[in-house]
């Protein structure tokens, strides 16, 4: 509804503030004396003489029309969807999931980058090794139902054990939180969780990103990603290198999932929903699945190069294979007995509910193994003695000659 009264007042406010007279306004537009003196009373202009007036006044058809100018919309980063003051009031909160007894730490939250001391007088040819890593799909499944903390584990466990298997010792981490909006409470349990996780790998949370972008990312998403500093001796490198025919290979237990195949056990809870609250060795499946990965670090630590490790798999996305693949020299096979492999129940349960070829799990899901140590035969004995105190350990192949890298013999007892 237009307010004729308050137009009338607008058009006669913005003649004056041009500087012009009704007559004035009359010549230009060629009209009437009485006919700008109608409009300043309350008499609308028809449509054709609204542009011109407009346009003479330097205001819009629009303003004339609302009786007012529009007021110039002021921007600022909190109406963009970042609040400046709420990001650094939650940047002290999480200041206390960042202190550390750690000596080689040189600072702390606040400046432009993590100062870390590498001086290793015990390694004469230190050498860095490097790992980026995320959660992948699970964390999609962490939002969903609850397991904030738990995902960092996840993150953390996978990135250390990456470069344990390269002989490393984990020393420092950086993590990277990407979010549509930043709550502050689930932001802390991040910290929170990634700090505890570095701690538990006797590693230390140094620094990282906090990363709010609420034009790309949806409100509710949080995408998280860490990378690992850790250092090794030059001689003391596990690469797979000293792999040679007659090793025995071990295979160290998985806890279930770990951090991997996630897609297709979203795609069988999207199809069977029932799945969801099915139980499994006393579990519910969500429970089973959400089982943060295992740690491998502090069972690994024990054992190097020197005694008898030739090389280490981290069996992740691609299964047995996709990964032992990467340590096996040329012109040697490592054979493997799935039949010796001991499937734990929630991967028996995949499979029976997906109706899933065994090729398939294999070469999605860990299926139990979920690392694998390549030793001289003759220590094998020993060092399946010695990571037992911490999981299940026990042989599933030998190194042979051959062409393939890895080659499956029998199926595995689902």
């Known amino acids: 509804m237009l307010d004729n009264k308050k137009i009338a007042g607008f058009i006669a406010k913005k003649r004056r503030e041009s500087g012009l007279t009704q007559a004035e306004v009359a010549e230009n537009l060629k009209v009437s004396f009485q006919a700008v003196s109608k409009w300043e009373n309350g008499t609308l202009p028809n449509i054709e003489m609204l542009v011109e007036l407009a346009e003479l006044l330097h205001v819009t058809v629009d303003e004339i029309l609302a009786g007012s100018e529009k007021c110039e919309e002021s921007f600022s980063y909190s109406k963009a969807g970042v609040d400046i003051s709420y990001t650094d009031s939650m940047k002290k909160e999480m200041a206390v999931y960042l202190k550390s007894e750690d000596k080689r730490v040189l600072n702390g939250l606040g400046p432009f980058a993590s100062l870390y001391d590498i001086d290793f007088p015990e390694i004469k040819n230190p050498v860095l090794v490097l790992k980026s890593e995320e959660p992948g799909s699970k964390q999609k499944l962490a939002m969903e139902y609850g397991y904030c903390e738990s995902i960092c584990h996840d993150m953390i466990n996978h990135l250390v054990n990456d470069i344990a298997v390269m002989g490393a ?246």
């Open 169 to 414: 010792r984990p020393l420092a981490v950086l993590d990277t939180i990407v979010c549509g909006n930043a709550e502050k409470e689930t932001i802390k349990s991040f910290v929170k969780g990634i700090s505890a996780a570095c701690r538990e790998n006797e590693c230390t949370l140094v620094g990282g990103e906090t990363s709010i972008q609420p034009q790309v990312v949806d409100r509710g998403v949080y995408i998280l990603t860490s990378s690992i500093a850790g250092i090794v001796s030059k001689d003391e490198i596990i690469d797979g290198s000293a792999i040679e025919e007659g090793d025995a290979v071990l295979a160290v237990a998985s806890n279930g999932l770990h951090t991997n195949g996630y897609s297709l056990v979203r795609m069988l809870m999207d199809r069977i929903p029932r799945i969801k609250l099915d139980k499994v060795e006393g579990e519910t499946f969500i429970e089973q699945i959400m089982k943060p990965h295992a740690p491998y670090y502090k069972a690994l630590k024990s054992v190097t190069r020197k005694s008898g490790i030739h090389g280490m798999a981290h069996i992740t996305g691609g299964g047995i294979e996709g990964n032992l693949c990467r340590i096996i020299p040329d012109s040697l096979t490592a054979e493997i007995d799935l039949s010796s492999v001991r499937p734990l129940p929630i991967f028996s349960y995949i499979r029976k509910t997906g109706n899933i070829k065994e090729e398939e799990m294999l070469s999605t899901f860990n299926c139990g193994v979920g690392l694998i140590i390549v030793a001289a035969k003759e220590e094998s004995v020993q060092i399946r003695k010695q990571i037992s105190g911490f999981y299940d350990c026990y042989e599933i192949g030998q190194i042979r000659k051959g062409n393939k890298k890895v080659v499956f013999r029998q199926h595995i007892e689902w």
